[in-house]
């Protein structure tokens, strides 16, 4: 390239250059784009959605209330609320009591055997959800794998009532959000300095104890990080539930499916999501102001 | 209490598997170290990286396990004892300040976790926090102080124990020379005051010289010589601790004769030096003699009396203010270094300055060599 060349090019991008803010929003503009118009807009249009009405024939009625959101304490709606919640919650403490103790066990291995568990670990997760979650149908059901085998050998005579109920849901929950909960504690425990551990013991802390006041405290923001990654998406989860919980079980997640598509409630729809939308924005926030921060 | 032997530790090896776990990767660390530390003494384990001593100091505390032997503290067989069982506490290299806990709290920690009453912990926290001189840190957290204030904590936080033993890895090492000067007879005091057995590991000659009321040099897993700071300086007990502590010209040479306890040693062609001895040396043994540079003098005159005096050319001078460094010519093969203390001038850097090139004797006295046999 000849310098004049050179000269020419130079001066087209000169305006930018000269100009740090318009810098910043030339580099931004492709992602703050696809923000915008992917993600902002349709929120935008939900929360319009939520405030409208539905008509006869499922279409939307343009006319302000709050009707939707009263719905919300309907007995009924609160009731998969808590069960939802309590499920979500249950999911959550299991990830943690399987998930902690892996992540703290691949944090302590060799650093060159690391980068393998991980791997091992997330392997099955490249395979498509719905075909997992499917797999987990085979398993459970009153003729799957478990059950068969139970019969098979002679310890049990009816099939145990796996498929269908919470704890079914449960299971493939867990199953689901485990990486989200392990790799978070990973970054964390991997992260110690365990020449703190050895002090603690070295000032009279047996194991039980230095993991109480030293290791666990210094990699709660790791579980907290991992328990808001398997919380959320476990207490919206529709697609576990639908597939695993049989007709009883119904999550938040299957309540606005339905809405939006046998239903066609879509402001009422609307108007669940955000309440879930609020919940957990309200207790993330919560999470930051109480303690989150000093940690 | 005095002269008994605070900690003892009995032909004890350490082997860590090597890459593979294959027995012939496997690494000694220590290899058959045995060493009696007195009640109250400072210690220093002296040595270069991976000589062993932080591995001996690890199994003291419990850290580590020894592969073979065993270790006493206070006449208690140590066995397979863990850290939280011993009383011993140890100053990290690192601080290992707890970052989650205040001040006041990670010196409290040892106390709370043997159950001491809250009033007692809050008093003896206190007096520890006076004593390494930060009575008002208590509130702070560690990332608030400075590396100088992070070490008195973490010497506090050890100290507050009133531990039989006083384990410290190289506490002074992330440290600037000035703080780490300072710190280091601020150390030696407080040693004096607690009455404390301190044992330390370093790999700082100087640092060890300095604190220790006795010093074990190692070297690749091994003690090579145990003895205060003085007799490590003065009388090493081989080539490599003479080379390790301070600095040392070495000439190879084969003994001549020996009169009584003065051994001759062809170092060079014609040249001999004589060297005092409490060993009997056959004529013609391969050794090496040893002498500190500022152990010579450089002279104008020879002098009669003194035992070593020879002719040299004078190579290289180089004057640092306190001293003037020389490097001085024997022979074809033999050059020395000579540390001159500037007291009065020299009179060597005197004739050297105003242009005389006369003929200079380096001169050192009998005993101020040592004869080495590796």
């Known amino acids: 390239m000849t310098q004049e060349k050179a000269a020419k090019k130079r001066s087209l991008l000169e305006p930018i250059r000269r100009r740090p803010g318009l810098q910043t929003l030339a580099l931004i503009s492709p992602s703050l784009f696809w923000l915008v118009v992917f993600f902002a807009m349709p929120l935008v249009i939900v ?62 291995r060799p650093p060159k055997w690391r980068n393998t568990l991980l791997l091992l670990l997330m392997i099955p997760f490249w395979t498509n959800f719905l075909v997992r979650t499917y797999a987990w149908v085979l398993i459970l059901r009153d003729t799957g794998l478990i059950n068969q085998a139970l019969m098979g050998l002679g310890l ?41 551990v050895e002090a ?62 046998s239903v066609r409630d879509y402001p009422f729809g609307s108007a669940f999501s955000f309440a879930l939308m609020a919940i957990m924005l309200g207790a993330t926030l919560l999470y930051f102001r109480t303690g989150g921060r000093t940690l | 209490m005095k002269d008994s032997i605070a900690v003892e530790i ?62 006493y503290i206070h006449g208690r067989r140590m066995g397979l004892t863990p850290p939280y069982q011993r009383n011993t506490n140890m100053v990290f290299q690192s601080y290992a300040l707890f970052p989650h806990m205040t001040i006041a709290r990670n010196v409290a920690f040892g106390l709370e976790m043997k159950k001491v009453p ?15 001189r930060l009575a008002d840190y208590g509130p702070r957290k560690p ?44 150390l030696k005091t407080l040693q004096r005051e607690v009455g404390i ?7 700082d000659q100087e640092e060890a010289l300095t604190m220790s009321d006795r010093i074990a040099v190692m070297h690749l897993g091994k003690v090579l010589q145990v003895g205060a700071p003085t007799e490590i300086y003065e009388r090493p007990a081989c080539r490599f601790v003479a080379d390790f502590i301070g600095d040392t010209n070495f000439m190879a040479g084969v003994v001549e004769g020996q009169e009584g306890n003065q051994v001759t040693v062809r170092v060079d062609g014609r040249l001999s030096v004589v060297v005092d001895t409490e060993d009997e040396f056959s004529r013609g043994a391969e050794v090496t003699v040893a002498v500190r540079p500022e152990k010579i003098r450089l002279l104008l ?41 500037n007291l009065l001038t020299p009179e060597v850097l005197a004739a050297h300055h105003a242009g005389d090139d006369r003929q200079v004797y380096a001169v050192w006295a009998c005993d101020s060599g040592r004869i080495l046999l590796d």
């Not at chain 1, 006869?56 to 609320?81: C, H, M, S, T």
């Open chain 1, 47 to 108: 929360f319009i959605y939520s405030f409208l009405k539905r008509g006869p024939y499922g279409q939307i009625v343009w006319e302000f209330n709050l009707g939707n959101y009263a719905r919300f304490f309907d007995p009924l709606y609160l009731k998969i609320f808590a069960r939802s919640f309590k499920i979500a919650g249950i999911t959550t403490l299991v990830c943690f009591l399987l998930g902690y103790p892996l992540a703290y066990w691949i944090a302590t």
């Open chain 1, 156 to 196: 049990i005579s009816e099939p145990l009532p796996l498929f269908g109920t919470d704890l079914a849901i449960i299971i493939g929950l867990v199953y689901g959000w485990f990486p989200d909960m392990v790799l978070p504690c990973y970054a964390a425990i991997e992260r110690l300095d365990f020449s703190l």
């Open chain 1, 200 to 261: 603690a013991q070295d000032l009279y802390a047996n194991e039980v104890r230095s993991f109480a006041r030293v290791i666990f405290p210094l990699t709660l923001p790791g579980v907290i990080a991992g328990s808001i990654l398997v919380f959320i998406p476990s207490l919206g989860a529709y697609v576990t539930p639908d597939l695993l919980g049989g007709a009883k079980s119904v999550m938040i997640g299957n309540v606005i499916q339905s809405q939006f598509l």
């Open chain 2, 10 to 71: 009995r032909a004890v090896s350490k082997r860590f598997p090597g890459l593979g776990g294959q027995p012939e990767h496997e690494v000694v660390a220590v290899d058959g170290v045995s060493l009696q530390i007195l009640d109250g003494e400072f210690f220093s384990l002296l040595g270069p990286s991976g000589c062993g001593k932080t591995t001996t100091l690890r199994m003291i505390a419990g850290f580590e396990l020894p592969s073979a032997g065993e270790i």
């Open chain 2, 118 to 132: 809250k009033d007692e912990v809050t008093r003896r926290v206190q007096e520890a926090l006076a004593m390494v």
């Open chain 2, 143 to 186: 990332n608030q102080l400075s590396g100088g204030q992070q070490q008195r904590v973490a010497l506090a936080r050890a100290l507050v124990n009133r531990p039989e033993v006083l384990l410290l890895d190289e506490p002074l090492g992330a440290l600037d020379l000035k703080l780490r000067k300072e710190m280091q007879l601020e």
């Open chain 2, 197 to 203: 057995t301190f044992v330390y590991v370093t790999h």
């Open chain 2, 301 to 341: 005159e020879p002098a009669r009396q003194a035992c070593n005096a020879m002719p040299c050319q004078v190579e290289q001078v180089v004057y640092v203010g306190t001293d003037t460094r020389f490097q001085v010519r024997l022979s074809d093969n033999v050059v020395l270094a000579v540390r001159e203390q």
